[in-house]
């Protein structure tokens, strides 16, 4: 179990040099010299010159993306905004919280309605509840968040003024984004929860269990949820990168401050270090939220473990 | 025989598909809006450029059914002209996550090995990022603009279409008929195209519908950010977004593309979740 | 043969399941008893309802979709169709036992065995942790798996042991009546004999009741004292083992045994019973064989034969049986 543990955490680096490499390279690759769009219309050669030694702009691509991973892992330099020319780890380590905080709580919504509103209508199968529960979470895997963010700005900060419609000051500014970041999350933790309880309910086991004579309740806990949770975790931890990445969209329409309109802005503006350090934070967060989530299976399912026993582990 | 019994399967399928009455609505509202495109012109009574100085900010009314924007636009006939960009973003965009994922997907399922080793770990390290962070990367990269988000959002599904199609194949390659057909000399191209994709196909339509749904998704979510099809163009998400700064007193500006867009992408959901009941009778009792 | 109490009484038993295209009759009017320690085989092909009855002495059938129609299942005195949910409870695991077809999927794949035997001493016997887990102990190396593997979970056992684990959660409260659902159909033909006679051999020992519910006639030859044969669910010829065998009366069981190779016969082909069971949906006037039966006559579509006594407690629902 240790040695799966320590593998499963070294193989962290390697995706996130290949993660690194892949994104440095699409940004390279973009049109448009970063020296020229950043100094503007009036800069002198000397000017470009010296903005592209400034960013190591002058060097080969590979000594670039060299030049960067050495900065990261020695420094925790991630270089400096073309535009401002402030340090990224700064604006990343100002920004960050604010979107760390809003895929929490959005997490925290998802997790304590889609639950247990999943196994409500998996036990009431066919019921009026199953029905309206199972429409909704359609609904909600469809909605753009973008329409439903302003939605709910229309009606709970214009109409009826309960909750503000932009900022981050303190926690009532992050429920309008969290509920419009969570809800396709928490759709699909409802519709997972509710097809991995029907699915553990048919098993055979289920009925061995009832033919001992143990309880409803000692049955659905001891004997459906923790079989039923394999998926749920899976789509739980697929829910909290998705909530991030919704954070995108979600934090520039409640104009939070946070690194994922951070992002947005860098992108728009053509700043591609910040974009590199800003999706770099996103990819190692996801990582993590990976590697918790493989290891919670691994403690849960005796299988992987036995399975280790046998063969290599092989990425997530 | 063998055509007989392909069409008593099809026939099947379609007996079960017919039972789900919310995918079959799916089926006729993307229908309709595929005629609305076919006959844009004819059905859009003003032009998408038309400014009525007249008639700015309207509410909806007989004679502007979803209203007018802030330059006098009539907005029926601005969304008749984008359902094509909608509709087409998703079915491109889920298309070339098809061709990527389909060919990669069965190369290394059926092959296994080195190659499928090194390829899916590179899909591993593109599923790090989820969908719509990859396409806003890649669009970061080409720039931003109606086709570079349909190939970035396209590119960003590929490695989920590689996984799907991977497990597919795997799953009916060691099956014996491949073997007999292996034992009859086949090519491995004949054989991956005659036998091993007729027998995975079913998960794999399953993923392509329901990465249109998601390819809309993302794709509108890009033109709002401003970075897909830019203005003027009648973009159902760049409308929006141009619709938000009068959302407080006209509502329809922002309602009608947001409601039009969550109703594509819902029925296309509800298809997908037809076919995958359909396709996979196991699944439900 | 000695004179042995009454265990089971099961009385007119009919189970219906309402489904979206009608009701189908699953069990239609099923009597039959069983002594203690008695062995009794229920033998027919799919769909006949033998594991319905099963479900219904386990009263483990989902309702809906199934519907308990009539009739009544005795056990010991007590009306098991009339119990409440609670006793029921306290019946299922103490009493009566179920062995399911399938050993890989009967058990929980995230619990160690031993947690799973333990489980059923818990719930029936005042027993401490620790006692619960001797004797769990005990259970499984009595079935012939080594106590040092309690710790293990099913993952790590073969099919054959997994039945054996199976059978273990079954007797480990010493259960009156044990019922088997085809425990061997899943299973390769040697494991399937080792697991037959551990089944025997328990039995024996712990003066368990059992009914082997199985499609396999030879199961049923080696292991039972008395057969119910079930066609479209009713009893169609029922009594000791050498009546059925050796005097054959229904036409449908005949098929049966037309439809197993005899090493012995010089027969060329094996007899397969032409065409299939009758749609359960629609209640048949005649009598239910009466599609496929070789010796049919104009009586039979038109009135139900009973079931009647063809010799000293064998039963036969034919009009010419003889």
Redesign the interface.
Same mark, same amino acid.
């Given at each position: 179990m240790l040695k799966y543990v320590v593998k499963r955490i070294l193989w962290i680096l390697?995706?996130m040099i290949?993660?690194s490499f892949?994104?440095f390279a699409?940004?390279n690759?973009?049109?448009?010299d970063p020296a020229r769009i950043h100094t503007g219309s009036d800069a002198t050669e000397a000017d470009i010159e010296k903005f592209r030694q400034d960013h190591g702009l002058d060097k080969p691509f590979i000594v670039q993306y060299c030049d960067y991973i050495y900065k990261v892992f020695t420094k925790g330099d991630l270089g400096n905004s073309y535009r401002s020319n402030t340090p990224v780890a700064g604006r990343i380590a100002q920004t960050f919280p604010v979107t760390l905080k809003l895929t929490l709580f959005s997490m925290v919504i998802m997790l304590l309605t889609g639950i247990p509103l999943g196994i409500l209508s998996a036990l009431r199968q066919y019921s009026l509840l199953d029905g309206i529960v199972s429409f909704l979470g359609?609904?909600g895997?469809?909605?753009?968040?973008?329409?439903l963010a302003?939605?709910l700005?229309?009606i709970f900060s214009?109409h009826l003024g309960w909750l503000p419609a932009s900022g981050s000051q303190d926690m009532r500014y992050f429920i309008l984004p969290a509920v419009t970041a969570g809800i396709a999350g928490m759709a699909t933790i409802m519709r997972t929860t509710r097809s991995a309880i029907l699915e553990v309910y048919?098993?055979?086991?289920i009925?061995?269990?009832?033919? +001992? $004579?143990?309880?409803e309740s000692v049955i659905i806990w001891r004997?459906m949820l923790?079989?039923a949770s394999l998926p749920i975790i899976t789509v739980i931890s697929a829910s909290f990168?998705?909530s991030?990445?919704?954070s995108?969209?979600v934090e520039?329409?409640f104009s939070m401050p946070g690194m994922c309109k951070l992002?947005?802005d860098s992108?728009?503006s053509?700043d591609?270090i910040v974009?590199m350090g800003a999706?770099m934070v996103?990819?190692v967060t996801?990582?993590i939220v990976?590697l918790v989530t493989d290891l919670v299976f691994a403690a849960?399912?005796?299988?992987i473990k036995?399975q280790f026993k046998r063969r290599q582990v +092989? $990425?997530? | 025989m063998g055509r007989n019994r392909k069409n008593s399967q099809l026939y099947e399928f379609w007996k079960r598909f017919r039972r789900n009455k919310l995918a079959i609505a799916g089926i006729l509202f993307i229908l309709l809006l595929i005629f609305v495109i076919l006959f844009q012109g004819v059905i859009a009574r003003e032009g998408i450029n038309d400014q009525k100085y007249d008639d700015m900010l309207a509410a909806p009314s007989m004679k502007y059914l979803f209203g007018t924007d802030q330059y006098g636009r009539d907005i029926f006939s601005r969304m008749v002209y984008g359902t094509k960009y909608t509709i087409s973003m998703g079915l491109i965009a889920a298309s070339i996550s098809a061709v990527i994922g389909i060919f990669l997907g069965s190369v290394t399922g059926y092959y296994g090995g080195k190659m499928d080793n090194f390829i899916m770990r590179a899909v591993d390290i593109f599923m790090t990022l989820p969908n719509i962070l990859l396409a806003l990367v890649m669009t970061a990269s080409f720039g931003p603009g109606f086709f570079n988000t349909m190939i970035a959002v396209g590119i960003a599904g590929s490695p989920a279409m590689t996984r799907v199609t991977r497990a597919a194949v795997m799953g009916v390659r060691n099956q014996e008929f491949i073997e007999a057909a292996i034992s009859n000399n086949a090519s491995d191209m004949r054989i991956i195209w005659r036998y091993v994709l007729p027998n995975a196909i079913a998960p794999i339509i399953v993923q392509y519908t329901m990465f249109v749904a998601q390819a809309i998704l993302i794709g509108s979510s890009l033109s709002f950010l401003g970075l897909g099809l830019q203005p003027p163009a009648p973009e159902w998400g760049s409308m929006l977004s141009a619709g938000k700064a009068y959302m407080r007193e006209c509502w329809w500006l922002t309602a009608i593309p947001g409601v039009f867009i969550m109703l594509v992408v819902l029925a296309i959901n509800m298809i997908g979740d037809g076919l995958r009941d359909a396709l996979d009778p196991k699944q439900k009792r | 043969m000695q004179e042995r109490e009454r265990l089971l009484e099961i009385e007119d038993l009919k189970v219906e399941y309402i489904t979206d295209s009608g009701v189908v009759h699953a069990v239609n009017g099923v009597s039959f008893g069983l002594d203690h320690g008695e062995i009794i085989g229920i033998v027919g092909e799919t769909g006949a309802g033998k594991t319905t009855i099963a479900l219904s002495i386990m009263r483990l059938l989902q309702t809906p979709p199934a519907r308990m129609a009539g009739g009544s299942i005795r056990l010991g005195g007590t009306d098991i169709l009339k119990e409440s949910k609670k006793n029921m409870r306290q019946i299922r695991g103490k009493k009566v036992s179920m062995i399911f077809q399938d050993p890989m999927t009967a058990l929980n794949p995230l619990e160690t065995v031993g947690a799973q035997v333990e489980e059923v001493i818990l719930i029936h016997e005042k027993l401490s942790r620790v006692d619960a887990r001797k004797k769990a102990v005990e259970i499984l190396e009595m079935v012939g798996i080594k106590g040092e593997r309690f710790q293990d979970y099913p993952s790590q056992f073969s099919g054959g042991m997994k039945q054996r684990i199976v059978i273990a959660i079954a007797l480990a409260c010493r259960p009156e009546l044990l019922i088997a659902d085809e425990p061997t159909t899943a299973l390769d033909v040697t494991i399937q004999n080792q697991v037959l006679a551990l089944i025997r051999n328990l039995k024996n020992e712990l003066n368990t009741s059992v009914i082997l519910i199985t499609h396999d006639l030879g199961i049923v030859a080696e292991m039972c004292e008395k057969v119910a044969v079930i066609y479209a669910g009713e009893i169609v010829e029922f009594g000791e083992i050498a009546q059925i065998y050796d005097h054959t009366l229904h036409p449908y069981t005949r098929g049966l045994f037309g439809s197993i190779p005899n090493i012995n016969a010089t027969a060329d082909r094996l007899q397969p019973i032409p065409g299939s069971m009758h749609d359960p949906r629609i209640e048949k006037k005649g009598c239910v064989f009466a599609d496929r039966c070789a010796i049919r006559q104009e009586c039979c579509e038109k009135e139900k034969p009973e079931l009647s006594a063809a010799g000293e407690g064998h039963y036969v629902r034919c009009f010419f049986a003889s």
């Open positions: 390697p995706v290949g993660a892949l994104v699409l940004l690759a973009s049109p448009g359609m609904i895997v469809s909605m753009p968040n973008f329409w302003l939605q700005i229309l214009f048919r098993q055979d086991y009925k061995t269990a009832e033919a +001992k $004579g143990q309880k004997h923790k079989n990168c998705g991030l990445a919704n995108t969209v520039t329409v992002l947005v992108i728009v053509l591609n974009v999706i996103l990819a996801c990582c990976n849960i399912d005796p299988r036995s +092989k $990425g997530s | - | -």
